[in-house]
């Protein structure tokens, strides 16, 4: 009989658990790697919705494929860059499959517990998948600047933001080569199930499956 994990455990003295599909108990109170699954964070975050919905289209923009356009763009800016980083990239908001995407200002009113969870569970994952828990403070730095260029072209494609709005909170988006800056300028949502497809394909990919 298998050992059941840590999340299972401690089931049954607290509701502080979430419950995934892959039948997982992830305790959210002392987040294990073991109770983490790629396949629950593709089917969570193809279903989140970035901008709290607000975009066109005939489905939401994803935090799946959100994940997927920033992990292209630190590609873009540095090709040199090593897959393992790549793949902190493409994982940067996976807590969110549990936490949910807050935007940044209702995030800044709840506070610094919030982003210490938020935190250890990206620690948490990291360690899941052979990253380490704290990123260097240059990749860090790296999936900042990507992230941001994707929230840019995001908001002025997708959510209805002026340019000058855009770049007065998420920064100029420079750097690209053309050919992927028309792309993001033509950015479209996809479906969860497509965009879930697209981000467990990647993450194959980066981790050599």
Do not use: C
Not at 75 to 89: I, S
């Amino acid at each position: 009989m298998a050992k059941p994990t840590r999340g299972a455990e401690r089931a049954a003295e607290a509701r502080a658990w979430q419950r995934m599909l892959s039948g997982r108990r992830l305790d959210l109170l002392d987040p294990s790697p073991e109770d983490i699954d790629i396949a629950d964070i593709a089917h969570g975050l193809a279903r989140l919705a970035r901008w709290n919905g607000q975009t066109i289209g005939d489905h939401a923009f994803s935090v799946a494929q959100h994940a997927l356009v920033v992990e292209q763009i630190a590609a873009a800016l540095q090709p040199e860059t090593e897959q393992r980083w790549l793949l902190a990239a493409l994982l940067h908001d996976a807590p969110e499959y549990v936490i949910g995407d807050l935007i940044s200002p209702f995030k800044a009113a709840v506070g610094l517990d919030y982003r210490a969870f938020e935190a250890r569970l990206l620690q948490t994952i990291h360690r899941r998948f052979g990253l380490p828990p704290a990123l260097p403070e240059t990749t860090t730095a790296h999936i900042k600047r990507a992230d941001g260029i994707a929230a840019y072209y995001e908001a002025t494609v997708l959510a209805g933001f002026s340019r000058g709005e855009a770049v007065r909170f998420f920064g100029e988006p420079g750097g690209l080569p053309p050919t992927l800056q028309r792309a993001l300028e033509a950015l479209t949502a996809q479906s969860p199930a497509r965009a879930q497809h697209a981000f467990l394909e990647r993450f194959d990919a980066l981790v050599g499956k």
